[in-house]
């Protein structure tokens, strides 16, 4: 089982729509986590960082529940930009970076 | 400002030949990371640097992978007698120090081998 696991989609919205992204990590010593997004053949971009409390940045809200070891990324009023695929990511031990392996996401006109 | 920079943009090289990584991190960034990412994967973390401390090289795949950073800034990553499964973008990312800060990626180098 991987340490982070992200349902892999694609999830195909039209746009407009709310769409939600889900992620699971493993390991409790887990300390900072974030969600970026990736386009095709493109880097990595941070899109959030993800605090127990939830915090929201235009139409993205990103939530934490240490408890059940969950992230969630809530995208509302999806746009043909947001397509990318999403990543979900863990840091523990002060640096040890694990990346989930991504859910793609299409939004169609 | 000037981003996480990395050169090659691309590299094409035949099998047992090796290969040398850079990566320029964003000024004032002590913390750098190298990361994999093959067809279709998710990044694999490689290494890590903080400021002028010991690195942390548990991600590294094989002993023909080395990295090493001068002067707390540029890093190389080097790969030696190269195998068709290096095949990969070589990320490179910074941040301001370590943990909870995000991290800033570079474009990474497309490595090819034949």
């Known amino acids: 089982r991987k340490e982070v696991e992200q349902d892999p989609g694609p999830f195909n919205v039209p746009e407009g729509a709310t769409v939600a992204f889900n992620c699971t990590y493993s390991n409790s010593a887990s300390q900072s986590f974030f969600w970026y997004r990736q386009d095709c053949r493109k880097e990595p971009k941070l899109l959030m960082s993800?605090?127990?409390s939830g915090n929201e940045d235009g139409r993205f809200t990103a939530q934490l529940n240490r408890a059940s070891q969950y992230i969630s990324l809530l995208i509302r009023d999806s746009k043909l930009s947001d397509s990318a695929t999403y990543l979900c990511?863990?840091?523990?031990?002060?640096?040890?970076?694990?990346f989930g392996a991504g859910t793609r996401l299409f939004v169609k006109a | 400002g000037a981003g996480v920079s990395q050169s090659p943009s691309n590299k094409v090289t035949e099998k047992g030949k090796d290969v040398e990584l850079r990566c320029d991190p964003i000024s004032g960034h002590t913390a750098l990371y190298w990361y994999r990412q093959s067809l279709g994967q998710g990044l694999e973390f490689l290494i890590y640097?903080?400021?002028?401390?010991?690195?942390?090289k548990s991600g590294l795949p094989s002993d023909r992978f080395s990295a090493e950073r001068t002067g707390g800034s540029v890093s190389t990553l080097t790969i030696q007698r190269t195998q068709q499964e290096d095949s990969a973008v070589y990320l490179c990312?910074?941040?301001?120090?370590?943990?909870?800060?995000?991290?800033?990626f570079g474009d990474g180098t497309r490595l090819s081998i034949l």
């Open positions: 993800v605090y127990s």
């Open positions: 640097f903080q400021g002028n401390s010991a690195p942390d």
């Open positions: 990511v863990v840091i523990r031990g002060g640096f040890k970076t694990i």
């Open positions: 990312a910074s941040s301001l120090g370590a943990g909870n800060q995000p991290q800033h």
